[in-house]
């Protein structure tokens, strides 16, 4: 009877025994990071998909990556065998030709990283399966004046800015424009400075001012800046003209420095030939008059052609 019994445990345990585990009836730990891989990796992408409009993808799903980032890690510091020779890695990576898991991995972190979600999550750790992350400082400066800012347009039209302002029915409030536009330029300017000092801005904050634009140009039809038009006019208008004086300065000078060249060369040619009419008319003045006679005369002459050869 007793071994009756014993028999009919045996056969359950038999029938319901897991032999997929190499290390049965120990789980293999490999499988197991496998399962919390497929789990974490679909709340990912359920995080990110639904965090796609407004984009708030770094901020939000920094937890379900953090996890992942862990797991990941852990593959290349755990064993599928009792030999230790072969790490989950290899074991779930290098066996088959399609590479699930090392695809899946691939596209989660491409999505972290071209969305620059580093440059607004300073550090992220896991304290106990609970991952605590950490804004950087320019990041919490940013979303603290975008709230300054909705604070300041909420003040000034009593409604509640929505997260994606695009079906927001307003209509042009100038008030608007000059009690918030030092709010905006505040914000504003933080954003440009981030852009000019990091490689990359975190597309938590390039989506919200891409919104915050929308909101304070389309939607309440203010200017962007608030820059002197009188001084944009005048700069408009002077250099144009200064680049006209330029041109019409050139144009007489050149015709100018023609001219004078034409003259030297008419004054050069001439005083040529009258040299060389002269050299011979003396020559022949000589021979009929007294050497003196002749000799005063060439200087007189020589004397009067150099002091008006500039002439």
Not at 2 to 14: A, C, D, P, Q, Y
Not at 146 to 166: E, H, R, S
Not at 224 to 234: K, L
Request: charged share 20%; with cysteine; hydrophobic share 40%.
């Amino acid at each position: 009877m007793i071994f009756h019994r014993i028999f009919i445990v045996f056969l359950v345990v038999v029938v319901h025994a897991d032999y997929r585990d190499p290390i049965y009836p120990i789980e293999n730990p490999c499988l197991a990071i496998l399962t919390r891989l497929a789990q974490v990796s679909a709340d990912f992408l359920n995080c990110a998909v639904t965090r796609s409009r407004p984009f708030r993808l770094c901020e939000g799903c920094v937890t379900s990556y953090g996890q992942l980032d862990d797991l990941v890690k852990l593959l290349s510091k755990t064993y599928s065998d009792l030999d230790r020779k072969i790490t989950c890695q290899q074991f779930l990576e290098s066996y088959d030709s399609i590479q699930l898991v090392a695809q899946m991995i691939s596209f989660v972190n491409n999505i972290w990283i071209t969305s620059f979600c580093n440059s607004c999550i300073a550090s992220f750790h896991d304290v106990n399966g609970t991952i605590y992350s950490n804004l950087t400082t320019d990041t919490v400066d940013f979303f603290n004046k975008k709230v300054k800012f909705d604070l300041c347009l909420y003040n000034a039209t009593g409604q509640i800015v929505p997260i994606v302002p695009i079906d927001l029915n307003v209509t042009a409030n100038t008030s608007v424009c000059s009690a918030c536009v030092t709010t905006y330029n505040d914000l504003n300017h933080l954003f440009f400075k981030m852009t000019q000092e990091n490689q990359g801005v975190c597309m938590d904050l390039v989506d919200t001012m891409n919104y915050t634009r929308l909101l304070w140009s389309k939607i309440y039809a203010c200017r962007r800046h608030d820059p002197d038009y009188m001084a944009v006019i005048g700069i408009s208008v002077f250099i144009p003209t200064l680049v006209l004086v330029f041109y019409v300065s050139a144009v007489f000078k050149g015709e100018r420095k023609e001219k004078k060249l034409s003259r030297r060369e008419l004054t050069k040619n001439f005083f040529g030939f009258f040299f060389s009419f002269e050299k011979n008319f003396f020559s022949s003045l000589e021979k009929r008059l007294p050497r003196r006679l002749a000799a005063n005369a060439r200087v007189d002459t020589q004397t009067w052609l150099w002091s008006n050869l500039n002439e």
